[in-house]
Nanobody
Framework: QVQLVESGGGLVQPGGSLRLSCEAS????????MGWYRQAPGKQRELVAA???????KYTDSVKGRFTISRDNAKNTVYLQMNILKSEDTAVYYC?????????WGQGTQVTVSS
């Protein structure tokens, strides 16, 4: 049974920071490209940051320089460090594990940026 469990969301003021975590179980973690997506109310789900098959990373333009994705294969965990948060970063953030044949999603964690 595959599980992706996100944590670390919450309410933060503009300019603040949060670190999201996603712990995976039931998959060969190191073989999957891990990523973070988000969905704001009334909008489509969008890629925020992800690892690529080439071993690199990619980010949506609006978070470049502010967010950093990292992973710890020993802990089966992927992280999203979010700095200089803005109100437009408010969304539900989802962890994604993408393999050659399967893609899995977590249940999401709410991030709200507001004063």
């Amino acid at each position: 049974q595959v599980q992706l469990v996100e944590s670390g969301g919450g309410l933060v003021q503009p300019g603040g920071s949060l670190r999201l975590s996603c712990e995976a179980s039931g998959i060969m973690f190191s073989a999957f490209n891990m990523g973070w997506y988000r969905q704001a109310p009334g909008k489509q789900r969008e890629l925020v940051a992800a690892f690529t098959y080439g071993g690199g990373t990619k980010y949506t333009d609006s978070v470049k320089g502010r967010f950093t994705i990292s992973r710890d294969n020993a802990k089966n965990t992927v992280y999203l460090q979010m700095n200089i948060l803005k109100s437009e970063d408010t969304a539900v953030y989802y962890c994604n594990a993408e393999g050659f044949a399967f893609s899995y999603w977590g249940q999401g964690t709410q991030v709200t940026v507001s004063s």
